[in-house]
């Protein structure tokens, strides 16, 4: 076996940089910009933002000037000609560093994702825009696959060799190589040695890959005896959970959008594999195979509409379900095209799918300007219905008057809404200057290491200071589960005291808990007095204990429940017909909802004011929150 010399190697790498000398300059970029951001974390926010933007872009530079590279090559252009090609794509990729800010805008991480995948299947394309080409198209697209699973390989075993030589001169010769050490040499492993090993199997004579009719024998097994069998079980799984719905008659569940679109994109890269080899004598089943694939994949699409369109009539278009709308017409239209036309080009797969995710990026049809229209209408429909839209600006609402699990929901939908569209989102229904606001925020330090706070601690600060101008600092977004509600047949329920009156007579101390904080510490008279919630929301399980000294009193919610759900008859009794879209409301007396506890010092009864609970088809009821107050009486 003969090893390539160093020479041969240098030689093979300086001709990749002069072939793709815009790539290079982009992953450099990338890269750089990558080390500093490593080393800046936490110290200086500025620089911070520029060096992410400068590797976002540095991404869609790279992407962009490879495109260019393969169609002007591909088109055979002058060399002038495919340098001005290049300038322009380079010029066009540098030019979104003004317009993407993620750390300002969550929706620009979406933004960049979708960007990059639309240029990612630009290459895969770019040098086969004419006629025909399509066996050229399939082995250029097999050979760059292939050529990535080898740079993960060689970039992986890589960077587990010289990590594990760090440790060994940390270990043996107490060097103090820290975390990022590491991260920077990961940076570099992917960004340069990986990304030039990959740019030097790129073919450079796209027009002889048309004649090249080899197929990899271990491909076709794998394909045929593995995908194919795994996507044929996957699809009867879900055309079987298609029947049982109907039979049932109730709506599907939320996570089924995802499994049809997973199936989807498993079947369709697994027809992609095999095309090549469809027209063999002994592979003429597989046109049978594709047929019945896009013909089965119709009612999944049904729904996969079903279930999505009950969320947006619900709780109206977030940018995952206008994704999942996009990509469910998508798939409508590629089954149509598969079935309908007997002279199909594989072509139309990713120029299509690029087309269509171009267009969910900007302009008034792209998924973050209807999103955020749709779930700013949520906000304000919450606040008009409550009393906090005045002349239209948002005006604090009576937090008092809303019910726990209410507020919940206008607390999630207004943290929603500032988490992916920023505060700034809502500057039109605010008198104050909310760009000054936020300068305000940024300048806060964190109580850890007193550094400013992140990028994360900054949205959390703006959400707090939303929530307390508008009313609703005494309400947390978890108790709020959108998708449970609908799917599996719960409906949110709360148990109110009646009239919220408490009559007290007979005891010393009266102590609300009606706080988010975990713990409270207190001090009266010589008692020591900690009020502590306990919610784990995985098991539904809400603890309220009240410790007074050496004594310690706990307080389950679900015992208060159980007992009344017992006896339906009478539940029904106390039920409020009144205009809720997040639950049924019933009113009972106090001494319904309390509980009593006695030791030889104290006696202490916990009276709740509301109790928020589930209570789902089969099991018994879970809880989601509550409040209340606690009475003490000293012997």
């Known amino acids: 076996m003969k090893f390539p010399s160093l020479k041969n190697l240098l030689q093979s790498a300086v001709n990749t940089i002069k072939r793709y000398p815009f790539e290079t300059l982009f992953a450099l970029a990338g890269t750089i910009a990558a080390t500093i951001e490593i080393e800046l974390n936490h110290l200086n926010r500025i620089s911070e933002n520029w060096c992410m933007r400068t590797i976002m872009i540095a991404n869609l530079g790279f992407l962009l000037s490879l495109s260019a590279t393969l169609y002007t090559q591909s088109k055979g252009w ?23 800010n993620p750390p300002e805008r969550q929706a620009d991480y979406t933004r960049f994702f979708l960007l990059s995948l639309a240029f990612h299947l630009m290459v895969s394309f770019a ?14 697209n097999k050979t760059l696959f292939l050529r990535f699973l080898a740079c993960m390989l060689y970039g992986v075993v890589l960077f587990a060799g010289l990590a594990a030589a760090i440790g060994a001169t940390n270990f043996l010769f107490n060097f103090k190589f820290e975390w990022d050490t590491y991260q920077i040499l990961w940076v570099w492993i992917t960004g340069m040695f990986t990304t030039t090993f990959f740019l030097a199997g790129v073919p450079t004579n796209t027009r002889a890959l048309n004649e090249d009719e080899s197929y990899p024998k271990g491909l076709k097994i794998f394909t045929q005896y593995v995908l194919i069998p795994l996507s044929t079980v996957y ?7 298609e029947i049982k719905i109907l039979i049932e008659w109730k709506l599907p569940k939320g996570l089924v959008s995802n499994l049809i679109l997973g199936y989807a994109v498993f079947g369709i890269l697994s027809l992609l594999l095999v095309y090549p080899i469809r027209e063999q004598n002994e592979n003429k089943w597989l046109k049978t195979y594709t047929r019945s694939f896009y013909f089965l994949l119709i009612p999944l699409q049904i729904l996969l509409f079903v279930a999505v369109g009950t969320r947006v009539f619900s709780y109206g278009v977030t940018e995952f379900r206008y994704f999942l709308i996009a990509l469910a017409l998508w798939l409508l239209f590629i089954s149509l095209y598969f079935l309908l ?24 049809q792209s998924a973050f300007t209807m999103s955020m229209y749709s779930q700013r209408g949520m ?29 919940s929901l206008g607390a999630s939908r207004l943290n929603y809404f500032i988490y992916h569209y920023d505060l700034m989102g809502l500057q039109p229904y605010f008198n104050k200057n909310l760009s000054i606001v936020s300068d305000s925020l940024a300048k806060q330090k964190n109580d850890y290491d007193n550094l400013l706070v992140d990028r994360e601690g900054l949205r959390t600060l703006k959400y707090q200071w939303a929530k307390k101008q508008l009313g609703l600092n005494r309400f947390t977004d978890y108790l709020y589960f959108e998708s449970e509600m609908v799917t599996d047949g719960q409906i949110g329920y709360v148990f109110t005291q009646k009239n919220y009156i408490t009559v007290v007579t007979g005891y010393d101390i009266v102590f609300a808990n009606d706080r988010t904080a975990d713990s409270v510490v207190y001090n009266f008279n010589g008692i020591k007095i900690i009020s502590t919630q306990t919610a784990n929301i995985r098991t539904s399980k809400f603890i309220y204990t009240l ?15 159980n007992k009344i ?24 007396p106090g001494n319904l909802i309390r509980i009593t506890k006695e030791t030889p010092a104290y006696t202490v009864t916990f009276q709740f004011n509301e109790i928020y609970f589930d209570l789902p088809k089969k099991g018994g009821p879970i809880i989601r929150g509550g409040r209340g107050q606690y009475l003490i009486k000293i012997k």
């Not at 002058?78 to 993407?100: C, P, S």
């Not at 036309?341 to 008034?364: A, D, E, H, R, V």
């Open 127 to 140: 040098a086969f825009t004419g006629k025909g080409q399509i066996r050229g198209f399939w082995q250029f």
């Open 565 to 588: 759900v017992a006896d339906t008859t009478k539940m029904k009794t106390y039920f409020v017909k009144e205009d809720s879209e997040t639950s049924r409301k019933y009113e009972l």
């Open 547 to 561: 410790g007074l000294n050496n004594e310690t009193f706990k307080f389950d919610p679900l015992d208060v429940v």
């Open 78 to 100: 002058k060399t002038t000609k495919i340098v001005l090609a290049k300038i322009a794509a380079a010029v066009i990729a540098v030019l979104f560093i003004f317009i993407i």
């Open 379 to 407: 906000v304000i429909k919450f606040f008009k219905k409550h009393n906090g839209f005045k002349e239209g600006k948002l005006v604090p609402v009576d937090g008092m008057k809303i019910d726990m699990l209410e507020g």
């Open 235 to 241: 699809v009867l799984i879900l055309l079987a959970y």
């Open 341 to 364: 036309f007997k002279k199909q080009n594989i072509k139309i797969i990713p120029i299509s799918l690029c087309m269509l995710t171009l267009l969910s990026i900007y302009g008034p």
